[in-house]
T-cell receptor, first 115, second 114 residues
């Protein structure tokens, strides 16, 4: 089975520019997650979708970050405008559904550098 | 919010030795999961232990869970160079709309020396 696909792999932008990341989860997985991982730290959940509805976006900086999951399949995460502190790896993950005891499958991530 | 806290933050051992990593958490949980992350890659699920389980094995991995102490440990036996990675525990926070929300700790960076 194909894994979680993410692109681009790397992105370098200047502060105040905008950037978008794309994620295609494992086929049939209802739940999709975006995590932010700053160097040396654990992943922090930004937003969680169940099909195309948002389950949790309590830690998403909504003044600059937005995410959508059209048709309940792939998803896009956008940052506009970017700040220096947004430099991190952005990880997408999916799971079969959003109930308990589900393991997450992660993509390789997009490494963002904001200069 | 960060629920799980791993200890130690870094661990360096010789190949063939056993490695033990610990995770402590604050609130009640439904399950606790362990993930591995190789440098520059995404996380890979290793093992899930439910709150009503005390011990679980998978190959060279052994996970224990003590809900009274709110702690878990991951033991890797007969370590190999390929085990060099960061290891994270993840716990589920109280549900939102019935959905599991996994919160990751800061991780333990494990180095296996040949």
């Amino acid at each position: 089975e194909a894994g979680v696909a993410q692109s681009p792999r790397y992105k370098i932008i200047e502060k105040r520019q905008s950037v978008a990341f794309w994620c295609n989860p494992i086929s049939g997985h209802a739940t999709l997650y975006w995590y932010q991982q700053i160097l040396g730290q654990g992943p922090k959940l930004l937003i969680q979708f169940q099909n195309n509805g948002v389950v949790d976006d309590s830690q998403l900086p909504k003044d600059r970050f937005s995410a959508e999951r059209l048709k309940g399949v792939d998803s896009t995460l956008k940052i506009q405008p970017a700040k220096l502190e947004d430099s991190a790896v952005y990880l997408c993950a999916s799971s079969r559904w959003t109930g308990y005891n589900e393991k997450l499958f992660f993509g390789s991530g997009t490494q963002l550098s904001v200069l | 919010s960060q629920q799980g806290e791993e200890d130690p933050q870094a661990l360096s051992i010789q190949e063939g030795e056993n490695a033990t990593m610990n995770c402590s958490y604050k609130t009640s949980i439904n399950n606790l999961q362990w993930y591995r992350q190789n440098s520059g890659r995404g996380l890979v699920h290793l093992i899930l232990i439910r709150s009503n389980e005390r011990e679980k094995h998978s190959g060279r991995l052994r996970v224990t869970l003590d809900t009274s102490k709110k702690s878990s440990s991951l033991l890797i036996t007969a370590s190999r160079a390929a085990d060099t990675a960061s290891y994270f525990c993840a716990t589920d926070e109280p549900p939102i709309q019935g959905a599991q929300k996994l919160v990751f700790g800061q991780g333990t960076r494990l180095t296996i020396n040949p």
